[in-house]
């Protein structure tokens, strides 16, 4: 890949005969630029998926109520995001009197940053992450878990009574909702028996069924179906999204953390939720299906794969939306610790064991 | 100098600074922030070290979990900044003399004459991943020592939990297994009544 965009800016350059000199003062610092450009190349579609994913759910919400949707901005409605970006773009970014002025902008920039930065380690195809680091898993735990500053600082730096309830309301929720969500990664780096995302992946294409050409059951989900269920909805908990997103909670507490927030600080928060969304769909997607992997033999693998089961896991973020009620805050807690946490634990036993006997399908 | 010794010393005068802060900060909050940016540099000094696992750990368990925690509590004190200095100078001819004595031992150290620091083998940099190598010697070489002190974890866990359990008496339960199990019949009672005339 890189011989060959070196390749054509070679024969760009050289249609105005600029190559040589250029090269001279860029063949240095090559690396730093090629790097960036792989940055750019999975940062912007990224943020197009995002713009596109809010136009998806308000469309997809309106049909499930029986609505239209949004459909006056360009041929059905197609730049109504666009056209949103524009407004939070041109709107004035307010700041209460009383708040901390350095930490309020803080709160947006630490909310996006580690939402992006996961990205990193993320394979989109066979060989194709950013960086293939050995602790690949480990990477994305911290990084998500940093998310949650973002909203803590919001809050706090606001000086308001609902974003700071808010604040409180995701610091407990988000702590508890990372365990459950870090155990039941536990069983899937003891079978994958490593941290490194492409190796997990290339540990669901072994196996009986993959060998027959059914590969799609040969995937983790079905070994580790409840810790499958236990990762999304815990992925659903810690993006705040319904029916879990008492932090926002609009009914009760108007926007939680993003009350005070106008202009492209409110846009930085929805930015950094939608990523997120994005990554709990990927991660899933990655971790318990297979990745680009083809789900049955005749097929070639591909990132065609990996987009179909992220636009999978992202419709089922939206059905969720609009079909359940909202969570009340205990309820939150109990679903957490007394049942996530517990399930987690005693699959972990039981995967140990498995691996054990002389049954092990894991090597 | 190259540019791992340049990075080392951009991450230590980072963490050097941002734990000064800490301590000098006159807003809680913003010492918390400063420790998770100190923590962060030293998380950065031990990937420098080729330590990624213990690094990511690091980020994790502190900035991820125990730092959170700590703002929680830090955000809800009502903080009264002037009560909080008024104890320096008081404490100060205890707290002098115990400083300048860690730092004489940290120097003594870490000067590395007196302890013969330069004789020990340096780290020899695992093949492969180091999350492996620290997994084999956990779990085999120090199995004992590892196990003794999550146990002694999970007593503390587990005091901390008794020790702040009150139970009162108008304290209201949710038993969500018996809510689930309710009938119609245990609610509802559906009764027959002649119509009323005017």
Redesign the interface.
Known sequence: MEALVLQFFQWFWNLFGLWDALWAVAQPVWPLVWVLMKIVAILVPLMLSVAYLTFWERKIIGWMQVRIGPNRVGPWGLLQPIADGMKLFFKEVLVPTGANKALFFVGPVLAIAPALAAWAVVPFFDGGALADIDAGLFYVLAMTSMGIYGVIIAGWASNSKYPFLGAMRASAQMVSYEIAMGMALVTVLMISNSLNFTDIVRAQGRGWFAEHGAGFLSWNWIPLLPMFFVYFISGVAETNRAPFDVVEGESEIVAGHMVEYSGMAFAMFFLAEYANMILVATLTSVLFLGGWLSPVGFLPDGFHWLAIKISFFLLIYLWIRATFPRYRYDQIMRLGWKVFVPLTLVWIVVIGTWMMTPFNIFK | MDFKTALFYILSAILVIAALRVVTARNP??AV?FL?LAFFNASGLWLLLQA??LA??L??VY???VM??F??VV??LDINLERLRQGFWGNLWLGGPIAVLMVAEMVAVLSARSFGLEAMPAPAAVA????KALGVAIYTDYIYPFELASVILLVALIAAIVLNLRQRRDNKQ?H?AEQIAVRRQDRVRIVSMPSEKE
């Open positions: 909050v913003h922030l998770v990624e696992f990511i750990a980020i994790v900035v991820g979990a959170v925690l703002l929680f955000m809800m492969g991943s180091n999350t949710l969500p």
